[in-house]
């Protein structure tokens, strides 16, 4: 309850943002895991509901459109002379032997599942994962190979869910904390500038409570899949001005004297 007290304050009032800066360190740093997590659940969800649709199709049209097929030494070989596209409600498959299609253009949908010349490109509500062939520790494998291995993923589904989510809040863990420990740094150029009081730890934990406002309306926009225009920007923009109102609240160095 307290964490979220904590969020909701520092939603709007810079002045208990300034406050938290007595708290022991050790609370800036579960809070910067709380708000992770909090912008990591939107992502992961739609995440698993398109993984879920996708493999449940894809499984469907290899068995029964996509051309034989086999991958020797890393390059995919078929008798198809032009690329091909599946298209399924769910997920649209692309296939190309012969060298035509790129990564980019299985970009350009949400959900796709590409077979490229080289490799493997995966698109999943848009975020892209590309894997070479070469990767896979096997000479030779067959359209009936890859066949047998969505069937299996897809009973593994709920353990491929749970991964993803792990790998990708330990992803918004790292890029949150890099932020906050920049901002700590711009905190510290404000605190000069202003002549006011405090130390790299007190500019830290400031700087984790003055992520909170563009967290969550990242967030929001992510839950209501909102594309917000120029959003790193913007992101940096508010923190800043957060972290430099409530900077401007600390007690100068002539009121401590």
């Keep these: 309850m307290m964490m979220w007290n904590r969020l909701l304050q520092s939603l709007y009032s810079p002045v208990h943002i300034a406050r938290f800066r007595f708290h022991p360190i ?9 708000l992770s997590l909090i912008a990591t659940l939107p992502i992961a969800i739609y995440f698993t509901m398109s993984i879920n649709k996708m493999i449940s199709s894809t499984h469907q049209l290899l068995k029964e459109e996509l051309p034989p097929f086999e991958v020797v030494d890393g390059i995919l070989t078929s008798n198809e002379q032009e690329p091909i596209e599946l298209t399924h409600p769910n997920v649209t498959i692309l296939f190309d032997s012969t060298g035509t299609l790129t990564t980019e253009d299985a970009e350009r949908y949400t959900n796709a599942v590409a077979f490229l010349k080289e490799e493997f490109v ?12 070469a990767l896979i520790q096997a000479e030779r494998f067959t359209n009936e190979d890859v066949y047998e291995f969505a069937r299996t993923l897809q009973s593994l589904l709920p353990i491929v869910i749970s991964l993803s989510f792990l ?12 932020y906050v420990t920049v901002l700590a740094f711009i905190g510290l150029i404000f605190r000069g500038t202003l002549n006011k009081r405090g130390t790299y730890r007190h500019m830290w934990s400031i700087s984790a409570y003055a992520i909170t406002l563009s967290t969550i309306f990242f967030t929001i ?6 594309v917000v225009p120029y959003a790193v920007a913007l992101d ?5 001005t957060i972290l430099f109102v409530s900077i401007k609240e600390l007690p100068s160095m002539k009121e401590a004297g």
């Design 167 to 178: 790998v990708l809040y330990f992803f918004t863990c790292t890029s949150k904390f890099l």
């Design 236 to 240: 940096w923009f508010v923190s800043v």
């Design 122 to 133: 995966l698109v999943a509500n848009g975020h892209v994962q590309s894997y070479p062939y």
């Design 26 to 34: 050790g609370k800036a740093i579960s809070y910067v895991f709380f």
């Design 221 to 226: 926009m992510e839950s209501l899949q909102i």
